[in-house]
Nanobody, 126 residues
Framework: QVQLAESGGGLVQAGDSLRLSCAAS????????MAWFRQSPGNEREFVAA????????WYADSVKGRFTISRDKAENTAYLQMNSLKPEDTALYYC???????????????????WGQGTQVTVSS
């Protein structure tokens, strides 16, 4: 089992930055992938970014490329999502997720991930 705990959400203005954290505990090792998804009211949960724990390869949704950066601190077992130039449309509940044995083509799909955090709210005002 892997437990995930997100933090760092809040209320900001358009153009501001936030950094989300996802602390992992339990059965963790270099074989897993961690990802961020988000869900806004009335919409399905969507992929934001992912990172392979071992090699550090990253994936991003087109809507956040160039603005968001995913990273990880192996020693702290924590993944981060640095969000810059935030827009009102980035407003959502952001979830951290993890899975083992993810192949590249499956990285973007919610069903790939077995472990999920409770979410942290990000609200961007215009």
């Amino acid at each position: 089992q892997v437990q995930l705990a997100e933090s760092g959400g809040g209320l900001v203005q358009a153009g501001d930055s936030l950094r989300l954290s996802c602390a992992a505990s339990g059965r963790t090792d270099n074989r897993y992938t961690m990802a961020w998804f988000r869900q806004s009211p009335g919409n399905e949960r969507e992929f934001v970014a992912a990172i392979r724990w071992s090699g550090g390869n990253t994936w991003y949704a087109d809507s956040v490329k160039g603005r968001f950066t995913i990273s990880r601190d192996k020693a702290e077992n924590t993944a981060y999502l640095q969000m810059n130039s935030l827009k009102p449309e980035d407003t959502a509940l952001y979830y951290c997720a993890a899975a083992y044995g993810v192949i590249n083509t499956s990285t973007y799909y919610e069903r790939t991930y077995k472990y999920w955090g409770q979410g942290t709210q990000v609200t961007v005002s215009s």
